[in-house]
Structure formats: structure tokens, C-alpha cells
């Protein structure tokens, strides 16, 4: 029924500290990826899981970036020792995942503020 | 490198066509997709193009030329609410999906 949703869809936080971003996708979505945009800029790849295969890390842009998926729905984006530069609104989108080219549904986002 | 440009900003009037280009450089590919997105809001989808030639959908309608790495959005009849950015994104030939910085539209009564 819903759509894909994300929590928080705010978060400030300090230099230095760890965030944890979440994603629910739309039920029966097998395909679950996670982008990252700074202002004005261009959707920026970090993630993609599909069923069990193991995920594509690489978009992510630092050892500091992880991401899991548990039971092959919920996803969890773990920033960890974050910078001022992680500051962006990090986007959850999930697709059926029958075939590469399905369209992606895109949740709300989490704006994160590093401080 | 793999590279979508298409314009910052561009500005139309209420009831106007306008047409927003996109060009790409990428690594194969496999569909062109267009998304909008309102501002403080989430992309949502509003067409994909793998085939050259012209896919229309009431208002909206993209064009794709796989040849010359083109493609556009056209938007008819513009109503207040198609202020947006609208996000062209092309899918390589790893099936990743690549995306430009999008184009602001913002349209005048």
C-alpha cells in the first residue's frame, strides 16, 4: 500500500558523531538503493541491494559509509565519525526488482545537518 | 568519465510548451529515465525511453536520439504546479543509473 518512507526526515548532528538513516520500501520491492544530493547538485549512487545477492557498494564514498538490509526489506544507512561535508539529503528508492530497468520509487528523504 | 548535462534553470509562462534538453556521455546504455522533483520533495517518474523516437503521455512528452546521446522533456500547456526540477538520469551498461545536476523550471503567470 504506501509508499517508501525514511526516518528521521530531519537530523542535526555533531562533528565526530554516528547518524543511522533508515528505509522502509514499498512492500514486495526486492530492489532497494540509496543516493545521496547536496544542494543543487545531480542524485548521487551510494547503495544498491538485490534479494540476497550481496550489494553493490560502489558508490559509497568512504569507509565511514555502511549500509545494511535485514530480512530483505528494511534498510539501515549507517554514517559513522560524520563531516560537515555529509551534510545532504540522503534518498531511499525501491523498484520491484524483476528487471534492471524498473522504475524506482523514490521515499521522502532525510535531510541531514552536520554541525 | 560518464557525464548528463542538461540547464541550471529555465523560465516559462503559464499555458507555454517548453522543452528541456539532456545530453549524455556514459559507459553503454540501457534507458533514458526523466523524474521530477518539487521542491523539499522526492523524485517522482514520469517517463523512460530505450527505443529512439517520441513517447508521449498527455502533457508530457520525452524524445530520445540514442545516436546523437540526446534526449528532451516536453512540457505543454504549463500549469503553476509543473514548477519543479526535472532530473534526467541514463542507465549504464552496468544497469547503474546515472544522473544530471537537473533543470529548475519555473514558470510565470
Known amino acids: 500500500g504506501a509508499g517508501v518512507s525514511q526516518s528521521p526526515s530531519n537530523k542535526v548532528t555533531e562533528k565526530g558523531k554516528d547518524v543511522e538513516l533508515r528505509c522502509d520500501p514499498i512492500s514486495g520491492h526486492t530492489a532497494l538503493y540509496w543516493y545521496r544530493q547536496s544542494l543543487g547538485q545531480g542524485l548521487e549512487f551510494l547503495i544498491y541491494?538485490?534479494?540476497?545477492?550481496?550489494?553493490?557498494k560502489s558508490g559509497l564514498p568512504s569507509d565511514r559509509f555502511s549500509a545494511e538490509r535485514t530480512g530483505g526489506s528494511v534498510s539501515t544507512l549507517t554514517i559513522q565519525r560524520t563531516q560537515q561535508e555529509d551534510s545532504a539529503v540522503y534518498l531511499c528508492?525501491?523498484?520491484?526488482?524483476?528487471?534492471?530497468?524498473?522504475?524506482?520509487?523514490f521515499g521522502p528523504g532525510t535531510r541531514l545537518t552536520v554541525l | 568519465g560518464q557525464n548528463i548535462d542538461q540547464p541550471t534553470e529555465m523560465t516559462a509562462t503559464e499555458g507555454a510548451i517548453v522543452q528541456i534538453n539532456c545530453t549524455y556521455q556514459?559507459?553503454?546504455?540501457?534507458?533514458l529515465f526523466w523524474y521530477q522533483q518539487h521542491a523539499g520533495e522526492a523524485p517522482t517518474f514520469l517517463s523512460y525511453n530505450v527505443l529512439d523516437g517520441l513517447e508521449e503521455k498527455g502533457r508530457f512528452s520525452s524524445f530520445l536520439s540514442r545516436s546523437k546521446g540526446y534526449s528532451y522533456l516536453l512540457l505543454k500547456e504549463l500549469q503553476m504546479k509543473d514548477s519543479a526540477s526535472y532530473l534526467c538520469?541514463?542507465?549504464?551498461?552496468?544497469?547503474?543509473?546515472?544522473w544530471g545536476a537537473g533543470t529548475k523550471l519555473i514558470i510565470k503567470p
Open positions: 541491494f538485490q534479494g540476497n545477492s550481496a550489494p553493490d
Open positions: 538520469a541514463v542507465m549504464d551498461s552496468n544497469y547503474q543509473l546515472i
Open positions: 528508492a525501491s523498484s520491484l526488482g524483476t528487471g534492471h530497468t524498473d522504475t524506482q520509487y
Open positions: 556514459t559507459s553503454g546504455f540501457n534507458g
